[in-house]
Nanobody, 115 residues
Framework: QVQLVESGGGLVQAGGSLRLSCAAS????????MGWYRQAPGKQRELVAT???????NYVDSVKGRFTISRDNAKNTLYLQMTTLKPEDTAVYYC?????????WGQGTQVTVSS
């Protein structure tokens, strides 16, 4: 099992930037892929970005060119660098780690983008 703890959320003005962090612990060696998801009020949880152990990344169309997912393996930490933030980016952001044995989620961190 893997434990995930997100941090870095907060209130930011439109056009600003935030970097979310996800600290991982436990069976880190078993992870095949990690990603960021978000859930806005009244909406379904959606995929934002994913990264595999090989470094392959994918993004939802609405954040392409603005968000960057990355890892720091030495710190066992996943990041989501968010730039040019828009009000529609407002959501609770969740870190996810997947393996063939488990699917782990963090507790979520709130990102609010004001106009």
């Amino acid at each position: 099992q893997v434990q995930l703890v997100e941090s870095g959320g907060g209130l930011v003005q439109a056009g600003g930037s935030l970097r979310l962090s996800c600290a991982a612990s436990g069976s880190i060696f078993s992870i095949n892929a990690m990603g960021w998801y978000r859930q806005a009020p009244g909406k379904q949880r959606e995929l934002v970005a994913t990264i595999t152990t090989g470094g392959n990344t994918n993004y939802v169309d609405s954040v392409k060119g603005r968000f960057t997912i990355s890892r720091d393996n030495a710190k066992n930490t996943l990041y989501l660098q968010m730039t040019t933030l828009k009000p529609e980016d407002t959501a609770v952001y969740y870190c996810n780690a997947w393996s063939y044995a488990f699917n782990s989620w963090g507790q979520g961190t709130q990102v609010t983008v004001s106009s």
